[in-house]
């Protein structure tokens, strides 16, 4: 009786859409399957090599030798090699050792869609499985109106291995354990929404995951398969989105990865100045290949159907769209029109949010893009790119610049703050303050304030106030709500017992408040993405570094008048227009001695007058406390 028995998953009309490009579902043919053939248990196994000459399944099974477990070529012309093998079942770990037609050349590789692998620096796939029955219908149900582009989406974005460690045993959290902590924390912080760095599995612990080799598997630096959906399901349970970093810009060139899969440029561009990342020493997707195209979607399909993700981060898609993306002048070539625009990846991308969207319309893509690219969340048929969201980076490193600034230049700078809203509605913006900020000598957010230790955090409490009443959606990076004073270590933990003191409780409590704030007020969130949401009072008072502003919901009753003052200087009888006569309310107070605010100027006589200010009928006299926001609502 052979070892290997041929038996296949795939029909013709799986062939034909593989080839095509068009198969977004390829994880239910490829990799490893456990079965059964003519009532004998085992596993069935198929991977793309087509410059293949052999493909041998080696494992802990057979001692790792090639010779007794030889795959069958498929008769099509597929490059699929393909075969069940008895007796093998959950748990085994095996490779694939591929000698090439190209030069003889052997090469031992990882599944490419292993749904398991070993814990690194073990590189080998394992055979896999699971029952997990999830319990987050009612979620999944409902998950259309808290993913809406109308909705508060407030993110905590999260690097799991550094966000808290098992101190006493010097470890990571598990996924189970982090389903109660994080799910916890998360949750009383008001988030509506956690993302992870990526989870898929990595060999190198300082990529923080953007280097991947297992696409279809969670990392086992934390858990099983099964542990990750317990989870996300917990995150679903306290209504809780989860959003994915996926990363299809670039992969590593380590021996088991995707690189020169069977001896050729299977998964990579040959041309270097197309296939070769400088920057990341890493290689890139040839997005004009259909089967690659069709390996990426259905990735992409494979954490939103498998794991119930509810959304997925693209990274580093400026990489993706110019072939002149970090290359001097000779190292890229134009495309057939003359330009620098990357075609087969823009048709890649349009062609992945086309697919998702149509497969998950309850979900977002969200872009991390750099560029002034035109309309990358705008609907494919008006000519964008499909995304839901995009990264407004240029918000993030203006606002950011001129934190930094000491108090007393910022009224030449005002500009920096006010710019953004000149573009904030071409595109469907999240404002970010995430991991990249706080890294490689940049400080921490609070580290980065000009001042004594009250001023650097009153900047950091009126930086988070301006974020969360700035149109467009939130995120923040773990530690940033609490104050880390240090830059964000991938290897250790953050510095929870800097909780110990008031003000970084009171940092805490303000991100909370804020996002009660954000997700309580319809004004904040309704119109967060258009022009009408959005009305300037006053940008224009440089001398006093104060901004007045109204965020506009669907319903005027809700309306929110918001005044910063950016300088530890109060202001008192400040006056600012007002849009119409009556008594203001106040809503929010980032002076709040609970947030480690002086708490000391009140505004206790809201009612407006007819004096004419800011081009404006009626106007009212307000005491600024230093460094604070003020909201404002009509009674």
Known sequence: MPKVKVHSLFTEFDINLFKAGNHY????????????????????????????????????????QESDHQLNVRWDGSGIWEGFIPSIGKGTKYKYKIQSSHNNVTTEKADPFARRCEHPPRTASEVWSDDYKWQDKKWMKNRKKNNALDAPFSVYEVHLGSWKKQIEENRFLSYRELAEELVNYVADMNFTHVEFMP?????????????????????????????????????????????????????????????????????????????????WKSLIFNYGRN????????????????????????????????????????QWEANKYGGREYLEAIDFIKEMNTEVYASFPDVQTIAEESTSFSKVSRPIYDGGLGFGMKWMMGWMHDTLDYFKKEPIYRQHHQNELTFSLNYAFTENFMLPLSHDEVVYGKKSLVSKMPGDEWQRFGNLRVLYS?????????????????????????????????????????????????????????????????????????????????????????????NIIIVLNLTPVPRENYRIGLPKSGNLKTVFNSDQKKYFGTGNYKNTKLQSNTLEWNNRENSIELNLPPLSMLAFKYK
């Open 199 to 279: 989870i898929m599995e990595y060999p190198y612990d300082p990529s923080w995951g953007y280097q991947l080799t297992g696409y279809f598997a969670p990392t086992a630096r934390f858990g099983y398969p099964d542990d990750f959906k317990y989870l996300v399901d917990k995150f679903h349970e306290k209504g809780i989105g989860v959003l994915l970093d996926w990363v299809p810009s670039h992969f590593p060139s380590d021996d088991h990865g995707l690189g020169y899969f069977d001896g050729s440029h299977l998964y990579e561009h040959p041309d270097r100045r197309k296939g070769y990342h400088q920057d």
């Open 25 to 64: 579902r390829l994880y239910e043919k490829f990799g490893s399957h456990i079965t059964t053939l003519d009532n004998e248990n085992g596993t069935y196994f198929a991977v793309w090599a087509p410059s293949a000459k052999s493909v041998s399944v080696i494992g802990d099974f057979n001692f790792w």
């Open 291 to 330: 089967e690659i195209k069709a390996f990426l979607i259905s990735n992409a399909i494979f954490w939103l159907d498998q794991f119930h993700a509810d959304g997925l981060r693209v990274d580093a898609v400026a990489s993706m769209l110019f072939l002149d993306y970090s290359r001097e002048e000779g």
């Open 466 to 558: 301006f974020m969360y009443t700035h149109p467009g959606t939130k995120l923040l990076f773990q530690g940033g709500e609490f104050g880390q004073t240090s830059e964000w270590n991938f290897q250790g933990s953050l510095d929870w017992h800097l909780l110990e003191y008031d003000v970084h409780k009171g940092a805490q409590q303000l991100v909370k408040d804020l996002n009660t704030f954000y997700r309580k007020e319809p004004a904040l969130h309704q119109k967060q993405f258009s022009y009408l949401g959005f009305e300037w009072i006053d940008l224009g008072d440089h001398k006093n570094s104060v901004l007045s502003y109204i965020r506009k919901g669907e319903d005027e009753k809700d």
